[in-house]
């Protein structure tokens, strides 16, 4: 499967962005967990949110909740991340992923997701 990430840019903080995840090669439906990561420079990558197959139950990380929805349409193949009142320190690249892993302990993980998109990078000014 190839996994392409779109939608970063430029925001003042307080804005809002919307990430896709358009996916190819295999239906987005038939893995177990997609998530999206962060990573700043030097840093490792950040676990951002996850959306299972199984009941559609979501996952996020605490500094994001009730800000960040991730969300997917299996009909388009794509999957969202919402990302509202965005802060200077959500700046980074984001990546989607996708996990064929059924074991919902590694749903934060980023060692139990097999694909990868390249990575779409959010900076947000103060």
């Known amino acids: 499967v190839q996994l392409q990430a779109s939608g970063g840019g430029l925001v003042q903080a307080g804005g809002n962005l919307r990430l896709s995840c358009a996916a190819s090669?295999?239906?987005?439906?038939?893995?177990?967990?997609l998530g999206w990561f962060r990573q700043v420079p030097g840093k490792e990558r950040e676990f951002v949110a996850a959306i299972r197959k199984s009941g559609g139950y979501t996952y996020y990380t605490d500094s994001v909740k009730g800000r960040f929805t991730i969300s997917r349409d299996n009909a388009k193949n794509t999957m969202y991340l919402q990302m509202n009142s965005l802060k200077p320190e959500d700046t980074a690249v984001y990546y989607c992923?996708?996990?064929?892993?059924?074991?919902?302990?590694?749903?934060?993980?980023?060692?139990?997701?097999?694909?990868w998109g390249q990575g779409t990078l959010v900076t947000v000014s103060s």
């Open positions: 992923a996708a996990s064929p892993n059924s074991i919902l302990s590694t749903v934060r993980l980023s060692d139990a997701y097999h694909y």
């Open positions: 090669g295999r239906a987005f439906n038939t893995y177990n967990s």
